[in-house]
């Protein structure tokens, strides 16, 4: 066939599949979507038809061998198309090709001229750029003569190309061929597979491009989801490390916390996880984060895996944080679903859509716990592996809360995840003297010094407050048992000072009676002294009386 | 086979229409076949309308033929449809209910 140097595709309008097949469908070529019954064939080509009609100017013909077009009209009137408007504006037309075999006879050469002649009418109508026929493999109950259809189905697709007519042909899947009746021979550009998987009881639609010729596709299978929004494919691809990186940091709500991290906060862009017990406050160390996110402007996604979001908010209230407001100004979008609602991809596929469409500064999963259950190890970590790379290439904070079942051993969780987390916040609940305490320790966090102790972690109506544990005596205690120590070193103190008071006092008064002692002696001294002075006066006198009395004696002895 | 009672009364003339594309062997040689059948089997009793659907296309669409050529049988009701190019008499006749 001719190969062009530039293939022209045209795009469907379908969320993801345009990406996945770089810009659609091939254009004026067949693309043959096939799968099982139930698996969203019929809603594929009618997206891709009404996409076309309403928003890229190409008229489109939809060429039903099954359903009435009343049917069609209603199917996809519950997506939000306005198809009798598409209708009356020349945009679209229903081509309904119906087939009783029972009152019809087959005599002879035929062929199905009368087909084409339709579809040349409606084409030249509408100026049709597309068709989908949904689905041809009807003509094979119909007609006996296989060998006829078969040439007429070949003229079919020659006719369709030479037309430049963008189609998309249905097939049913066969036991172990792509179709019943072996389209797959006669399309060969484009071959989209879709399929309906259950696995544990949850079933998965996916999607897979097998075969595209002349252009690079993407070639994983990839979960799609049909839900009130229409058929949107989710590609859910493997990223490389080219993560942005920012130096500035981001508050965490709680600000004992960011005061453990030098420099204060985390760095914006990181992935922490907050694991825990159960009853640890895990969801209001995710939810403060959440609020302080709003807080400052930004927005925020609260992916919940356990709670809905009025029970959330009502919780939140009680540590004086209103996440309701948050949701009502449109800055914070809480998501809630259960585990089991979809398998693991799909999980993963619905929050990469909601976060791409949503495009907050800040999500929270919580738990990721959850998902234990619905996958392999190694399939949750290969899930939330994805989760992380797509969040760090978009810059946005991650908060993972994890439960864990255990305290002891705790320095790895179920899933696996540590070494792919930025900071990882470790709650414990301990039970010390018949009291369970909270406590929070900065296990890691990369990049930032950060304090190395275990703090008490106290929620009240104000926020979350982490008070720092007594540390003394070559231990640190929490809880009433630090209260208890505390107090206890408060009265021993007391005692000690009194104690040192009596010392002082009992000394003080012994130096004042030694010092009266003293004064006693000193007085007695001072009476011997002057009685000594006053002997000495007295001899003195009496020995110069003496001397006198001599002198005078002598005088009267020479007379 | 003529002399066998016909279900239809002659108050009501079997109405046939072939639905052709062009002058194509098959529609040619569909339009010989049906001409030849009816002034065998019903001479005076039957109207044939042969219909040009690469003229006039939308009636294509209006009385829901796919296959070229088509012989529907209008009157009498029920609808009877035979596509081909009415190769081999008995059958046509089995299928139209003429000389049962």
Redesign the interface.
Known sequence: MDSELALRKSKTGIEGFDELTLGGLPTGRPTLVCGSAGCGKTLFASTFLLNGARDYDEPGIFVTFEERPVDIVDNVASLGFAIEDLIAANKLHI?????APA?????????????F??L??AVAEIGAKRIVLDTIETLFSS?QNPAILRAEIRRLFDWLKEHDLTAVITGERGDGTLTRQGLEEYVSDCVILLDHRVHNQISTRRLRVVKYRGSAHGTNEYPFLIDQEGFSVLPVSALGLNHKVFDSRIASGIADLDAMLANGGFHRGSSILVSGVAGSGKSSVAACFANAACARGERAIYFSFEESAAQTIRNMTSIGLDLGKWIDNGQLRYVAARPTFYSLEMHLAVMLREITRFRPDLVVLDPISAFIGLGERLEIQAMLLRMVDFLKTHGITAIFSHLMHSQDGATETDAGLSSLMDAWILLLNREVGGEFNRELYLLKARGMAHSNQVREFVMGNDGIHLVAPYIGGGRALTGSARTAEEARERRAEAERRIKADRITDAIEQRRRKVRAQIEALESDLAADEAELRRTAKLESDYLAQAQADQVAMEKSRRI | MVENVNPITPAEPTKLVL?V?GQ?P?SV??IE?LERICAEHLPGRYRIEVVD??KS??L??EH???????LVRELPT???????????SE??LV?LKIGD
Request: hydrophobic share 40%.
């Open positions: 081509e309904h090709i119906a087939i009152e019809l006879a087959e005599i002879g050469e035929y062929d199905l001229e009368g087909l002649l339709r040349e009418l007609f | 639905y594309a194509t098959k040689s569909a076949n659907l690469r296309p939308q294509a669409r829901n033929i796919i296959a070229i050529p088509t029920p609808i009877r449809k035979i596509i081909g190019d009415l190769s081999d059958k046509v299928h």
